[in-house]
């Protein structure tokens, strides 16, 4: 029996299903706090160990957070969808014991292409980081299996 699901539960599906193998995003200690079509939301703490030799957020982090964002944007409509691109503007410093969060969301998709950007914001509101990524879907082929749709 197929149960189709809405675009809210796919897009459920779809965060339960690829953070279960994200071994990366879970090693930085990131945790995706909300989920809807076209858009994710991402935390993370900035640990001591990822200080630059300034004692600040090393911009490497700020960006695997943002494109975390992204990817799991651009993957909840359940297709197999990768980066092809990014660019990434650092607007302030994060610090240690910070909490980050970016914001992603789908700014075009078509075809097999889109266009989304992420604010990355601490937890004061202050903006640290805007970042652009584009997509590529990979049509016919599932991010997680087993979703009714």
């Known amino acids: 029996m197929t149960t189709q699901l809405t675009p809210q539960q796919l897009a459920e599906h779809v965060r339960e299903g690829m953070y279960a193998n994200d071994r990366a995003s879970k090693s930085l200690g990131m945790r995706v706090t909300a989920i809807a079509p076209g858009r994710a939301t991402v935390t993370m703490t900035v640990r001591q160990d990822m ?6 957020c090393h911009g490497g982090f700020i960006t695997a957070l943002a494109d975390s964002a992204f990817a ?3 993957n909840t409509g359940n297709e197999l969808t990768v980066a092809s691109g990014l660019s990434i503007d650092f ?25 989304y950007d992420a604010a990355v914001h601490n937890q004061r509101g202050e903006l640290i980081a805007v970042f652009r990524g584009r997509s590529y879907r990979m049509k016919g082929k599932p991010a997680v299996p087993s979703a009714a749709g």
């Open 91 to 115: 607007l302030a410093p994060g610090r240690e014991g910070d909490l980050l969060t970016a914001e992603a969301h789908e700014v075009q998709a078509a075809g097999r292409t889109g266009v």
């Open 51 to 56: 200080l630059n030799g300034h004692a600040t």
């Open 72 to 74: 799991f944007a651009c």
